[in-house]
T-cell receptor
Framework: KAGVTQTPRYLIKTRGQQVTLSCSPISGHRSVSWYQQTPGQGLQFLFEYFSETQRNKGNFPGRFSGRQFSNSRSEMNVSTLELGDSALYLC???????????????FGPGTRLTVT | SQKIEQNSEALNIQEGKTATLTCNYTNYSPAYLQWYRQDPGRGPVFLLLIRENEKEKRKERLKVTFDTTLKQSLFHITASQPADSATYLCALVYSSASKIIFGSGTRLSIRP
């Protein structure tokens, strides 16, 4: 069974630009969550999608948005990039129902975003 | 706001010994508590999950305990090996609020 895949793996952008990251969950998983990981703040929850609907959102500004398609693939967009957005962005998929996090999450390898 | 503390940023122990990592939290007890392992440059890998009404869970050389009175979870690796060296993260899951909070992690090093 293929794992969670994320593209691209590495990205360098300039302040003010926007970026779109992609995540393909494990086949059969309907929940996709996005996280930001930095050395200072650790792993922070961005949002979760289940059946194309955003079910939960973390404390991030509106510049961070996402969506999920009917095949459960998800994209995350960050507009007007800031230097502080440099981080590892991780996507995780789960077979659990929305809000029920008893199911373990399977993480992808992440996208390393550098903003200059 | 809810806070999680993982005992120390780094832990170094001798191969063969038992490694014990601590996850403490404040305020409300979560419905579930998960432990993950993360290697450099990779995403976290799920290890174990324990529910609030469970005291202990085991999987091979791994053991997790959950004490809602102390607001603490302990994660043990018995007969530790250098291959167990990684960062270990605990995560608190509040299913009623669909919320998950990760600890900052403990970097475990097992020396031969």
């Amino acid at each position: 069974k293929a794992g969670v895949t994320q593209t691209p793996r590495y990205l360098i952008k300039t302040r003010g630009q926007q970026v779109t990251l992609s995540c393909s969950p494990i086949s059969g998983h309907r929940s996709v969550s996005w996280y930001q990981q930095t050395p200072g703040q650790g792993l922070q929850f961005l949002f979760e999608y289940f059946s194309e609907t955003q079910r939960n959102k973390g404390n991030f500004p509106g510049r961070f948005s996402g969506r999920q398609f009917s095949n459960s693939r998800s994209e995350m967009n960050v507009s007007t990039l800031e230097l502080g957005d440099s981080a590892l962005y991780l996507c995780a998929s789960s077979r659990g129902v929305a809000g029920g996090r008893a199911y373990e999450q399977y993480f992808g390898p992440g996208t390393r975003l550098t903003v200059t | 706001s809810q806070k999680i503390e993982q005992n120390s940023e780094a832990l170094n122990i001798q191969e063969g010994k038992t490694a014990t990592l601590t996850c403490n939290y404040t305020n409300y007890s979560p419905a579930y508590l998960q432990w993950y392992r993360q290697d450099p440059g990779r995403g976290p890998v799920f290890l174990l999950l324990i529910r609030e009404n469970e005291k202990e869970k085991r999987k091979e050389r791994l053991k997790v305990t959950f004490d809602t009175t102390l607001k603490q979870s302990l994660f043990h690796i018995t007969a530790s090996q250098p291959a167990d060296s990684a960062t270990y993260l605990c995560a608190l899951v509040y299913s009623s609020a669909s919320k998950i909070i990760f600890g900052s992690g403990t970097r475990l090093s097992i020396r031969p």
